[in-house]
């Protein structure tokens, strides 16, 4: 086995060679290569903590903008509502003194009306008995050739009695 | 190299030759160190040339770098705690020099420095002196008390005296064995198996047919072996680790 063969003088050597080698190399590593590689990693940690620090301070923002929206919206809601309400007792009482106005004026003039009919029919009727008298001598003149004014009158008078009546019943009906 | 006549040599490959012509045989610079600075070389390529874009979302060498890097600072600060940071780069060196190392020594032509004894002991007792000289910085006089426990009865300090020193002495050696008789015992195997390929294929017609099979085992053997190459530079670091940590903190 060459491994073995410690009378090889090239076999302790590369021992020595070795140790030199493995020395060089962990003087360069520790002194200029192993540094920079931990700086870059550290670098990297600190970044992502502060992006992570950051992201997390921006969501506390929107939290808070988002509590904010959300009060005022209540708030602009119940004020709304509020002025709906006034705006409608408002509305409701205007129109209601605008109808009381209205209902007066119309029964005013309902009253004026009915107070007019009942006049004109009253002149009506009072110059119903003339009419009726001449219009009943007349027939009866054409008829029988005379007529008793006294007793056309009569019985002029006594048929508009009887209708009269009927039509007060009836015109106090309406 | 291959097979000479009906013979196996599967030795061969470990022998050392000079190098680096007249100047390197006269300071015997072995072939086995020129590789060990061609794997320094690689490592400081890696570390340095793979780390030179220093960007936040690293390239593929870089990842390479950084995990090379984060993997053994992982083992450091695991086995001995935030107080191992300064053992870092010792770690770091050994790991990379035995891994390169034992992967180099896979390719074609190229000679593995790892399978000889005189280079894995000297780096276990670079690292058994390193521990010890540790342990008695940190715990003078009191480091001698770690070859023997505290509460255990006295009578039985003849016994566990002994013991705790044979196995602390036999530290180095368990570790320079370890990865000396892996990397051998694989390196043969690779060896003895391409020999029948080349043996059977030059048996006459069949034999080409049949050396498939040796074929097909060295193909799986030389994945096996990057898997050893892996796992015996993880055990060499982890163990000086975890030696470390005894050092540091004597449980």
Same mark, same amino acid.
């Given at each position: 086995?060459?491994?073995?063969?410690?009378?090889?003088?090239?076999?302790?050597?590369?021992?020595?060679?070795?140790?030199?080698?493995?020395?060089?190399?962990?003087?360069?590593?520790?002194?200029?290569?192993?540094?920079?590689?931990?700086?870059?990693?550290?670098?990297?940690?600190?970044?992502?903590?502060?992006?992570?620090?950051?992201?997390?301070?921006?969501?506390?923002?929107?939290?808070?903008?988002?509590?904010?929206?959300?009060?005022?919206?209540?708030? &602009?809601?119940?004020? /709304?509502?509020?002025? !709906?309400?006034?705006? =409608?007792?408002? #509305?409701? *009482?205007? $129109?209601?003194?605008? %109808?009381?106005?209205?209902?007066?004026?119309?029964?005013?003039?309902?009253?004026?009306?009915?107070?007019?009919?009942?006049?004109?029919?009253?002149?009506?009727?009072?110059?119903?008995?003339?009419? &009726?008298?001449?219009? /009943?001598?007349?027939? !009866?003149?054409?008829? =029988?050739?005379? #007529?008793? *004014?006294? $007793?056309?009158?009569? %019985?002029?008078?006594?048929?508009?009695?009887?209708?009269?009546?009927?039509?007060?019943?009836?015109?106090?009906?309406? | 190299?291959?097979?000479?006549?009906?013979?196996?040599?599967?030795?061969?490959?470990?022998?050392?030759?000079?190098?680096?012509?007249?100047?390197?045989?006269?300071?015997?610079?072995?072939?086995?160190?020129?590789?060990?600075?061609?794997?320094?070389?690689?490592?400081?390529?890696?570390?340095?040339?793979?780390?030179?874009?220093?960007?936040?979302?690293?390239?593929?060498?870089?990842?390479?770098?950084?995990?090379?890097?984060?993997?053994?600072?992982?083992?450091?600060?695991?086995?001995?705690?935030?107080?191992?940071?300064?053992?870092?780069?010792?770690?770091?060196?050994?790991?990379?020099?035995?891994?390169?190392?034992?992967?180099?020594?896979?390719?074609?032509?190229?000679?593995?420095?790892?399978?000889?004894?005189?280079?894995?002991?000297?780096?276990?007792?670079?690292?058994?002196?390193?521990?010890?000289?540790?342990?008695?910085?940190?715990?003078?006089?009191?480091?001698?008390?770690?070859?023997?426990?505290?509460?255990?009865?006295?009578?039985?300090?003849?016994?566990?005296?002994?013991?705790?020193?044979?196995?602390?002495?036999?530290?180095?050696?368990?570790?320079?064995?370890?990865?000396?008789?892996?990397?051998?015992?694989?390196?043969?195997?690779?060896?003895?198996?391409?020999?029948?390929?080349?043996?059977?294929?030059?048996?006459?017609?069949?034999?080409?047919?049949?050396?498939?099979?040796?074929?097909?085992?060295?193909?799986?053997?030389?994945?096996?072996?990057?898997?050893?190459?892996?796992?015996?530079?993880?055990?060499?670091?982890?163990?000086?680790?975890?030696?470390?940590?005894?050092?540091?903190?004597?449980?």
């Amino acid at each position: 086995m060459p491994q073995l063969q410690f009378g090889d003088p090239l076999v302790l050597a590369q021992a020595v060679w070795m140790l030199v080698i493995f020395g060089v190399l962990y003087y360069v590593l520790r002194t200029y290569v192993l540094p920079p590689v931990g700086e870059v990693l550290e670098q990297r940690a600190a970044r992502i903590a502060s992006d992570l620090d950051a992201a997390r301070q921006a969501k506390m923002t929107a939290d808070n903008a988002m509590a904010e929206l959300r009060a005022a919206t209540a708030q &602009a809601r119940t004020e /709304a509502q509020s002025a !709906i309400a006034s705006a =409608v007792a408002q #509305a409701t *009482a205007e $129109a209601q003194s605008r %109808a009381d106005v209205l209902n007066a004026r119309l029964a005013e003039q309902v009253a004026a009306a009915e107070a007019r009919i009942a006049a004109s029919r009253d002149a009506a009727m009072s110059t119903l008995r003339g009419v &009726a008298t001449e219009t /009943a001598t007349a027939l !009866i003149t054409k008829l =029988v050739g005379r #007529a008793d *004014a006294a $007793a056309v009158d009569g %019985a002029v008078g006594r048929a508009l009695v009887a209708r009269g009546e009927l039509a007060l019943g009836v015109g106090g009906a309406r | 190299m291959a097979a000479e006549g009906n013979t196996i040599d599967a030795l061969s490959q470990f022998e050392l030759g000079r190098a680096l012509g007249p100047i390197g045989g006269s300071v015997n610079f072995s072939q086995s160190n020129l590789h060990m600075v061609i794997v320094a070389g690689l490592i400081l390529a890696l570390m340095t040339y793979g780390m030179r874009p220093r960007a936040v979302v690293p390239g593929r060498l870089q990842s390479l770098a950084e995990s090379a890097y984060e993997f053994v600072m992982g083992l450091v600060t695991d086995q001995i705690g935030p107080e191992g940071r300064r053992f870092f780069p010792f770690v770091f060196t050994l790991f990379m020099f035995i891994l390169f190392g034992n992967m180099l020594g896979l390719f074609p032509y190229a000679f593995t420095f790892t399978s000889h004894i005189a280079v894995t002991l000297g780096l276990s007792l670079m690292v058994f002196v390193l521990i010890t000289v540790v342990a008695l910085q940190l715990h003078g006089r009191k480091f001698f008390g770690y070859f023997f426990p505290e509460g255990a009865p006295l009578w039985l300090a003849p016994i566990i005296v002994p013991v705790e020193i044979i196995s602390y002495l036999s530290r180095p050696i368990s570790l320079s064995i370890r990865l000396f008789a892996n990397m051998v015992a694989g390196h043969v195997m690779l060896k003895v198996f391409a020999t029948f390929v080349v043996m059977l294929a030059g048996l006459g017609t069949a034999g080409p047919v049949l050396a498939v099979l040796p074929l097909a085992v060295n193909v799986a053997l030389v994945g096996f072996e990057v898997l050893v190459a892996f796992l015996q530079a993880y055990v060499f670091a982890i163990l000086t680790c975890i030696y470390l940590s005894d050092a540091v903190h004597l449980h």
